[in-house]
Each structure stands twice: as structure tokens, then as C-alpha cells.
């Protein structure tokens, strides 16, 4: 018997304003009460994870959903600081980016990236897509709690 799903904290880095309104869309089928926590660039998401300026009280994410072409320090540069980083590493992050390119799913991996998914364009395939990672990640798998 698997056991019931809990909430998570998710952090949605994400600079586009049309994705970033989808998103949550695509979380409330679930039901199961995860927050949904949005960054819009790469300096942002690093203030979140160090819980600096704004940010001095948020809850350390249980999920990651990274855009890679961000202002200010890029996707890839955030993977990497994550999983250098022995008190975010354990994080899974899932590279969800418009970018199809080999060279970039690659080096998503070479950089420990958990997941790689490429956006769909459509809005219902976009929807579904997100889906499918929250279910994943909720139900699925066991993610450690490490607050």
C-alpha cells in the first residue's frame, strides 16, 4: 500500500509570466495542498534557497522546477550552485526550459539535474507536463524532509 501523498514546497524559477501562470493551473488537480513558490530570475532563486533580502523566511523547497534562460545568473548557473552545495544537494531539480538542444540536456546532467522536461508549446500539453512532475514527485518517489 503506498502511503498518502504529503504537501511539498515547490520553487517554480521561471521569468515567463504566461508559464508562470500555468503552473499553478496545472498543480491544483492534485489537491493535496503543495505550495507553490515563484522566483523570476537567477538572483532571486539564489536569495529564496539562502533565505536572503526578501526571502529571510522562506521554506526550503522539497521541489525545484528550473528554467534554464533566466536574467541575471542563468539556469545552468543555478543548477550548479545547488548541487555543489552540500545543504541544497539533496534537492531534486528538474530542468523544465523551452530548449530542445542536446548540448543543453547534457550538460543539465552533467550538472545533476534530476529531470529534464522541454515545454511544451501547446497549453493543455504544457499542463499535462507539469502534471505528470508533481504526480511523480509527490506520489511516486520518496523525497527526504530536510527543514
Known sequence: MTAPAQPIE????????????????AFEDNKIGN?????R??????????????????????????D???PKYDGRQILEKIK?????AHIPVVVLTTSSAEEDILRSYKLHANAYVTKPVDLDQFIAAVRQIDEFFVTVVRLPRWR
Open 10 to 25: 515547490v520553487l517554480l524559477v521561471e521569468d515567463d509570466p504566461g508559464d508562470e501562470l500555468m503552473t499553478p493551473e
Open 35 to 39: 505550495t507553490l513558490h515563484v522566483v
Open 41 to 66: 530570475d537567477g538572483e532571486e532563486a539564489l536569495d529564496f534557497l539562502y533565505r536572503r533580502g526578501r526571502h529571510t523566511g522562506a521554506p526550503r523547497p522539497d521541489l525545484i522546477l528550473l
Open 68 to 70: 534554464l534562460n533566466l
Open 84 to 88: 555543489s552545495d552540500e545543504d541544497l
